[in-house]
């Protein structure tokens, strides 16, 4: 099992250009995550989906950012366009299922917006 | 909504040990404890289900108090390999929210 995978590990872009975030979950996990990690706000819960559907994206912080899974196996996160405030690492990750099961985590992607 | 760990940060000699706290204001359905290392991403340690339950790993065991609605993670004679921060996450019920974390440094 190659675990989650996502692409790309670091991106470096200027403020107002559009950044890709991808991520392909482990083959049979239903659940997928999207977290972003910075030193101030710690690990939070962007969206997440359950079955390739958005269940709660209260954790999107605006308009500029979207989060798309067309299918089991592929999901990305978007944020048109990019503000400086938006670098951080952020996390895909993925699990059996919803509740109360263990999250695998990606490597990571790390933005920084200049 | 984010559950609040304490403390923020511990510094061990090794073989001594640790005791981290998580806190939600919310009532909880489980509580997960995992850890990151510097620069990777974070790991599973384990979960609890159930109110004063104990699980453990390796010298690494944790409770759950529910009525209460905190958790505590127990580090027995640490080793350098435990360093990293250390995140709780509570689900509310739906989903799973992080801690603020602990950032725990074992020396020789």
């Known amino acids: 099992d190659a675990g989650v995978i996502q692409s790309p590990r670091h991106e470096v872009t200027e403020m107002g250009q559009e950044v890709t975030l991808r991520c392909k979950p482990i083959s049979g996990h239903n659940s997928l995550f999207w977290y972003r990690q910075t030193m101030m706000r710690g690990l939070e819960l962007l969206i997440y989906?359950?079955?390739?559907?958005?269940?709660?994206d209260s954790g999107m912080p605006e308009d500029r950012f979207s989060a798309k899974m067309p299918n089991a196996s592929f999901s990305t996160l978007k944020i048109q366009p990019s503000e400086p405030r938006d670098s951080a690492v952020y996390f895909c990750?993925?699990?059996?299922?919803?509740?109360?099961?263990?999250?695998?985590f990606g490597a990571g992607s790390r933005l920084t917006v200049l | 909504q984010q559950p609040v760990q304490s403390p923020q940060a511990v510094i061990l000699r090794e073989g001594e040990d640790a005791v981290i706290n998580c806190s939600s204001s919310?009532?909880?359905?489980?509580v997960h404890w995992y850890r990151q290392k510097h620069g990777e991403a974070p790991v599973f340690l384990m979960i609890l289900l159930k109110g004063g339950e104990q699980k453990g790993h390796e010298k690494i065991s944790a409770s759950f108090n529910e009525k209460k609605q905190q958790s505590s993670l127990y580090l027995t004679a640490s080793q350098l390999s435990y360093s990293g921060t250390y995140f709780c996450g509570t689900e509310t019920p739906d989903k799973l929210i992080f801690g603020t974390g602990t950032r725990l440094q074992v020396f020789p």
């Open positions: 989906f359950n079955n390739n559907v958005p269940i709660d």
């Open positions: 919310k009532a909880l359905y489980s």
């Open positions: 990750a993925s699990s059996l299922v919803a509740r109360a099961n263990v999250l695998t």
